[in-house]
């Protein structure tokens, strides 16, 4: 399988392309409608879809999916939430673009347009802690699908995070806790929350620690 090279405009190279290279190169690699591609996103879930448009400034990605059944469905995907990359068939002869009335370069414009919107929206949170709006805003530098739910944030819609907001706070939506994604997805989140505390903690003693009284010679 080959797998898109970032830091070439429109190369294919063997090998893996991983999230942290892709989040800072990406914006000069050249996805070929047509093409047939397979990503892995952050959770490891793995979706093959035929290549529709790709939005540099955004990194915004939009599949056609047939995996699911007979209708095919639309996905966008934010390369930011992917781990890897891999194009699994180039576009052949026999291709068609994609149409539906409206071009598919519109399509994914509007779409942007509403998703930041909502973006936007579920940032403000009037009646929560300055360390829960960090927290919130921690969470959506690694995934995509966070809200906010009243005081609590709702994670991919199968984990809520309660105050104070620790890795011992983490709660499944429901109280559905044995579903295998909901339980990977808590475990995750647990992981990135951990993560976070143990950071701020090392940057608070850092700051409380007593300057060297020395003078200097």
């Known amino acids: 399988m080959t797998a898109f090279d970032a830091t070439t405009t429109g190369s294919l190279t063997e ?7 892709a989040a800072a190169s990406d914006t000069n690699v050249v996805f070929p409608t047509g093409s047939v591609i397979e990503c892995q996103t952050a959770l490891s879930t793995r979706i093959t879809g035929q290549v529709l448009s790709y939005d540099h ?26 781990k890897q990359v891999s194009c699994v068939r ?29 973006k936007q929206a579920s940032l ?19 995934l995509d699908d966070v809200k906010w739910q009243d005081d609590s944030i709702s994670v ?23 579903n295998a994604a909901v339980l990977q997805a808590k ?3 647990r992981k990135i929350l951990a993560k976070y505390h143990t950071v701020h903690q090392a940057r608070s003693s850092n700051d409380d620690a007593p300057a060297d009284p020395t003078p200097s010679r």
Not at 15 to 21: L, M, P, S, T
Not at 100 to 118: D, F, L, N, P, Y
Not at 131 to 137: A, D
């Open 15 to 21: 090998g893996d392309a991983h999230q942290n290279d």
């Open 57 to 82: 400034p955004t990194r915004l990605l939009l599949i056609k999916d047939t995996s699911s059944g007979t209708k095919p469905l639309l996905r966008l995907l934010n390369l930011a939430l992917v």
């Open 90 to 118: 180039d576009r052949t002869p026999e291709y068609v673009p994609y149409s539906s009335g409206v071009s598919t370069q519109q399509q994914v414009h509007e779409r942007i347009r509403k998703a930041e919107a909502r």
């Open 124 to 142: 403000l949170q009037a009646d929560v802690s300055i360390e829960g709006q960090r927290i919130f805003l921690y969470l959506r530098k690694t």
């Open 156 to 178: 991919l819609d199968r984990v809520l995070v309660r105050p104070p907001y620790t890795s011992d706070s983490v709660e499944s939506i429901g109280g559905d806790s044995t």
């Open 187 to 189: 475990e995750h989140v």
